[in-house]
């Protein structure tokens, strides 16, 4: 019972942070590449209910952050409040690459600015930047176990059913993947593509890399569950049936396969963000000015930075409760499988 | 990629039909002698496909140079004349495995020297760095794991398993830099590079100092960030072994619990922890790439970083095939170990 619960939670949070990083431009104050060159690394703003007169204004507010004289440092203007708006217009974004919209669900009027995790050093907010980094690094992490696992349960199908030389050829492939270290290998293959690509070039390049390197496992366990899934009585009844290869694969393989294909996207998904996170962290992802949390870690490699600006922490520490989810789904998937399955059902 | 492959698929069975009887040492020569043939294949493998990406995508390290106004078209042209980059991709693998022949793996452009002296040094250090790491790691396993499962649901296992499931869930990546803002911060170790300036003039008991003090983050990160499975492996095969009907004998029979522990337990548990052992030898050059990195240490990761962002492909597909290479031989030496602990298992043709 308590197993489900957390698993439920976990579930939850992915949703939420899913649906707001797709969602991001209306979750965002600002455009990810607004920039404010007089509020650089600016801190988080901090929202305000009562003024400094110790009386509540029964709505949040902002301040303005100004230079404090000399250095660095900002402090907050405190003569005029600035309201917090829902629903304010603001820069225009589109939603899936579809709907167009310039409304966004909270915002302050212009002198002022609401920086809820600080800002970045060319004065852009980091909130809207982790979201719409989040886009990048979350989606890539889904679609490349999506592409990996497509390629694996292809190549592990061809393999367990039809045996002989296709199986040899493919699991002598498996073993010369499995031998060679992941990340030397996907920083190699991503040195010898081209280095200065588009966005989108680059989301590709990244998820042709990954299921490049990441098919001989999941292809390894598939072959395993279909050879002994092969010998199984009703299927050899639907071969005698004449049944073609074809309807054995989709109608008694394929269900078999299922759980396994679960517990695995729920292993790989995590480690492909954090190898989406780590290659631009290395700068080898998608560049500047769009964000991804690698990207924006990597800001950290600077010593200043690194000591002073604590909130250029936080892609990475959103990281912790995506992975800790995405592992509770992963082992309550692999404890209670025949429960699971009949959810599925 | 797939003549080698089709190579590797023959090779197994003509090993076997002409090495040697199947006795013990035979079949262990045997094996090794496989091995071998694999990792060969293996890395003529990778080179080819290596070659043959580079063949077919764009730019080269001399595309750089082509931006800059100051240097003429004519001058990129000879360049990459001289260094025979127009020539057709089966003449460059053909003249790339010459110089394997003369042991050199390729020219590195950037540096200007042929590759394999560069990777030597710099295979040192990640060595020097993961080679602590890992002895750090298992000491503090081993012994967390032991100590756990002898005091099972007492309050050291379960901080342990506390903090095993934090550092489980936190990336290698956010642990190093976290790492290294306290370090930065707080001065207490040095950061940056492996020794520091002005090392050579130092005493040799200095020179030892000033390593230590530099090894000691990046070795920290790499421990910890390994350690959770480790300790959670070990804790496991000591569970299940102190759980069995032979200890409990043992126990009755008043055996000291350290006699119990190390003596009589521990042996038994071995099997999985030499497999995990073999693991860890083989991921020595390749676990440390990210925490390089972050640390600055001047060992491998940073190298090819350098070089894939340079282009400097020769130093890439050489390192590239080193760190697999280790990991062949890391994998097999893991085999052996287990053949050698446990003489139940007997290693495979």
């Not at chain 1, 039809?162 to 010369?176: F, K, N, Q, S, T």
């Not at chain 1, 990244?206 to 010998?231: M, T």
């Not at chain 2, 890395?43 to 070659?51: K, M, P």
Request: aromatic share 12%; with cysteine.
């Amino acid at each position: 019972m308590k197993r489900v619960s957390l698993m439920v939670m976990s579930l939850i949070f992915l949703a939420v942070i899913h649906l707001s990083v797709f969602f991001a431009g209306f979750f965002s104050p600002y455009d990810y590449a607004a920039q404010d060159r007089e509020l650089p690394y600016c801190p988080p703003t901090s929202i305000h209910w009562v003024n400094k007169e110790g009386r509540p204004l029964w709505h949040p507010f902002v301040y303005r952050w100004v230079e404090r004289a000399g250095g660095q440092r900002y402090q907050e203007d405190q003569r005029t409040p600035y309201s917090i708006h829902a629903l304010t217009r603001g820069a225009k974004y589109t939603v899936g690459g579809m709907v167009t919209w310039d409304r966004h669900l909270f915002g302050v009027d212009p002198p002022a600015r609401v920086f809820l995790m600080g800002s970045d050093g060319y004065g852009r907010d980091l909130f809207s930047r982790l979201l719409f980094g989040g886009q990048i690094s979350l989606f890539a992490g889904l679609v490349a176990t999506l592409f990996t696992l497509t390629f694996g349960v292809i190549l592990g199908i061809l393999a367990g059913f039809y045996g002989g030389w296709p199986d040899a050829i493919i699991m002598r492939c498996v073993e010369l993947f499995l031998a060679l270290p992941w990340l030397y290998l996907l920083l190699a293959l991503r040195g010898l593509l081209p280095l200065h690509t588009s966005p989108a070039q680059a989301f590709l390049l990244f998820i042709i890399v990954i299921g490049l390197v990441g098919w001989a496992r999941p292809a390894r366990l598939i072959r395993g569950v279909v050879l002994s899934a092969k010998e199984r009585k009703h299927l050899l009844a639907a071969r005698s049936f004449g049944a073609s290869d074809l309807y054995l694969v989709r109608c008694h393989i394929l269900p078999e396969i299922r759980g396994l294909l679960l517990t695995q996207a729920a292993l790989l998904i995590p480690q492909y963000v954090l190898a989406e996170v780590t290659l631009s962290f290395l700068g080898l992802g998608v560049g500047e000015p769009v964000p991804s949390w690698g990207g924006i870690l990597a800001t950290l490699q600077q010593y200043h930075v690194l000591i002073s600006k604590w909130w250029m922490f936080s892609p990475g520490l959103i990281l912790i409760p995506v992975i800790l989810s995405y592992g509770v789904l992963s082992n309550s998937l692999q404890e209670n499988r025949s429960q699971v399955g009949r959810w599925i059902e | 990629m797939i003549i080698s492959s089709a190579l590797w698929l023959y090779s197994l069975p003509i090993c076997e039909t002409y090495l040697g009887p199947r006795t013990p040492v035979g079949q262990i020569m045997r094996y090794v002698a496989i091995r071998f043939g694999q990792a060969i294949l293996l890395l003529l493998g990778i080179s080819f496909f290596a070659f043959a990406f580079v063949a077919v995508s764009p730019g080269d390290f001399f595309q750089e140079m082509r931006l800059n106004p100051q240097i003429s078209q004519n001058t990129v042209s000879r360049f990459r004349t001289q260094y025979g980059m127009d020539q057709p991709f089966l003449i460059r693998y053909g003249r790339w495995l010459k110089s394997v022949g003369h042991g050199d793996l390729g020219y590195s452009l950037a540096y200007g020297s042929p590759v394999v002296p560069l990777l030597l040094v710099r295979a040192r250090n990640t060595l020097f760095l993961t080679g602590t790491a890992m002895f750090l790691a298992w000491l503090s396993a081993l012994s967390l794991g032991v100590c756990c499962a002898e005091w099972s649901e007492g309050w050291l296992d379960r901080v342990c398993l506390l903090a095993t499931s934090i550092l489980l869930v936190f990336p290698e990546l956010l642990l190093g830099l976290c790492f290294l803002a306290l370090a930065v911060r707080t001065g207490w170790f040095r950061t940056g590079g492996m020794v520091s300036p002005g090392f050579e003039d130092l005493s040799p008991w200095n020179q030892a100092k000033d390593l230590a003090a530099h090894l000691f983050v990046p070795a920290l990160v790499l421990s910890l960030g390994s350690l959770p499975v480790l300790f959670r492996h070990v804790r496991t095969a000591m569970l299940e072994v102190l759980d069995s009907p032979s200890i409990r004998a043992a126990r009755g029979h008043g055996i000291s619990r350290h006699r119990i522990l190390f003596r009589h337990a521990l042996p038994v548990a071995l099997n999985p922890i030499v497999s995990l052992f073999g693991l860890s030898l083989a991921s020595l050059l390749s676990i440390s790439l990210l925490t390089e990195v972050i640390m600055s240490w001047p060992g491998l990761g940073p190298l090819l970083l350098e070089a894939v962002l340079s282009r400097d492909v020769y130093v890439v597909i050489g390192a590239t095939m080193l760190s697999a290479l280790f990991l062949v031989m890391g994998s097999a030496a893991a085999d052996l170990l287990l053949y050698a602990s446990d003489s139940r298992i007997h290693p495979e043709g």
